[in-house]
């Protein structure tokens, strides 16, 4: 019988490396060990990183503080992966390394609007009992 559910069950080894690698360039960003230049890493938070099932490839979704110049940001990081990559390999002890690319995360903009959408219906129901 088939799930209706149309999200990808991931593995726990998955999720237990997504984190790993999610910790770990929190703190490489942190302490700005990826040696960007055109880009302050402290400001860049990374929110979650969804690994493939083999575990080469990470999709790092990530937001800048304020929300700011995000499709900007993430352009640099991902011109400058290989940087990342290789401040990332001296904290990691893994068999591959994977390949990073670098996502906007929309997350936090999405719960938002969603937030102002119960907010409007709670108005409108609140003065719907009024007029009755």
Sequence with gaps: MAKGNSAPAYSQRQLRVGELIKQSLGEVFIRNEAKILALDTSVVTVTEVKMTADL???RVYVIPLGGIESKKIVSILTEYSHLVRKALSKKLDIKFLP?????EDNSFEYAEKIERLINLNKKNDTEKKRNN
């Excluded at 390949?99 to 996502?103: G, K, Q």
Aim: proline residues 0%; without cysteine.
């Design 56 to 58: 080469k490839s990470a």
């Design 99 to 103: 390949r990073l690319a670098f996502v």
